[in-house]
């Protein structure tokens, strides 16, 4: 099956919200088979958005959009579609009571106001995707030569949960037996450079077993991807999991996980965890982010014991115990104050381990020895 992805909304031209709806969508695709050809984005224009689905439609006669489905005026997905397969918009009389009780059912202060009465007009002949994340019901249309058009909320919640709960089903059962999918991999690695891991991963840096193998540098480390395509789900799966085995054999402790989705604050927490060891963090330049990433983490409390942000000096020697001799012989931003930091804020909190972090934050106050973005 070939598609195409129209996300539809003025702030994604704009670029006041980026669009994550259509890299999920793709994702979750081609994970099932389906191969897409094209995505693209469009503004809240009915002309703009019936231009864009009638040329996917013409090219793949599959579509998924995201966007304008709402009760406002901008909301003007459904009518250009509907228009396009020549079907009027019918008021569907059931769904317009249930959104009335939902409103009543939330507790909103008053009647549900007349403008959503938008939300429940159905082109003639669609299936309605529930939406049980949301007030917008989501549509499926498709004319009498099999092409359609799948029409889901933009907000990501709510487009997610239809996906997975109606229209991913459907896509299924048109896709029928035996596919073949594509599917990918992650080894997360970090405290490695990347130009280091072509050598380490030998005969491995340009894939394996027929998979390719993408690069991917991050603030955190480099990702390394493995695809396969063309193959069925289960030998797809197996030949993943048997190339990151080797990938991981191969780059050995840089390695911190197998997941994309797995975070390494979250892999920090679970070593400390697994010793029962308690965590502190003191921190100058990075004003509490080490600290707000690490309690990010659901569960990070029976680790995480908390931190001082000693941006200033005068903080560094009466929170943590920083001797005033250390700061003239070396400087703020020097290893030795890191590390009075750190068993300062170890001490003063009673944990296993200290983190202590001092740099030059910048733009200014940089040297040549100690240059803007030294920590």
């Known amino acids: 099956m070939h598609l195409e992805i129209v996300t539809i909304g003025d702030e994604l031209l704009l670029g006041l919200t980026i669009d994550t709806n259509a890299a999920w969508l793709a994702r979750e695709l081609a994970a099932d088979g389906v191969s897409i050809v094209r995505r693209a984005s469009v503004g809240d224009d009915a002309e703009m958005i019936a231009d864009a689905v009638r040329d996917a439609l013409d090219r793949s006669g599959a579509v998924i959009t ?7 005026a901008d909301d003007m997905t459904k ?28 507790g909103r202060p008053g009647e549900l106001p007349d403008s959503n009465r938008q939300q429940v007009m159905i ?4 299936h309605v995707l529930t939406n049980r994340h949301g007030t917008a019901p989501a549509i499926f249309l498709e004319d009498d030569g ?41 080894v997360r690695t970090t405290g490695v450079a990347e130009s280091q891991l072509p050598t380490l991963l030998g005969d491995a840096a340009r894939g394996i077993d027929g998979m390719s193998l993408a690069y991917l540098p991050g603030q955190e480390g480099v990702d390394l991807r493995l695809t396969v395509r063309g193959a069925d789900p289960e030998s797809s799966d197996a030949r993943l999991a048997a190339g990151c085995a080797v990938l991981a054999e191969r780059v050995g402790k840089f390695v911190y996980a197998d997941m994309a989705t797995t975070d390494l604050a979250e892999v920090v927490l679970g070593a400390c965890r697994a010793r029962a060891l308690r965590l502190a963090v ?51 931003v020097s290893e030795a104050v890191a590390r009075e930091m750190a068993a300062g804020v170890r001490a003063r909190l009673g944990t296993a381990i200290g983190v202590g972090i001092t740099g030059v934050a910048g733009p200014g106050g940089g040297t040549p020895e100690k240059p803007v973005g030294l920590v």
């Open 123 to 126: 082109p003639a002949g669609a």
């Open 79 to 106: 009518p250009s579609i509907a228009a396009l397969f020549g079907r009027e918009m019918i008021f569907d009389e059931p769904r317009w009571e249930a959104l009335k009780q939902l409103w009543r059912d939330r």
């Open 282 to 332: 003191a921190e100058s330049c990075t004003g509490g982010l080490l600290g707000a990433r690490v309690t990010a983490i659901p569960g990070s409390s029976d680790v995480m014991a908390g931190g001082v942000i000693a941006y200033d000096n005068a903080v560094k020697q009466a929170q943590l115990g920083v001797a005033a001799a250390t700061l003239a012989a070396h400087g703020a």
């Open 146 to 186: 099999g092409r359609w058009v799948a029409m889901l909320p933009g907000v990501p919640r709510e487009m997610r949960g239809i996906f997975h709960e109606e229209l991913q089903p459907l896509i299924r059962r048109r896709l029928g037996g035996p596919r073949a999918v594509v599917r990918t991999r992650t």
């Open 66 to 72: 995201t966007g304008g489905l709402g009760p406002t």
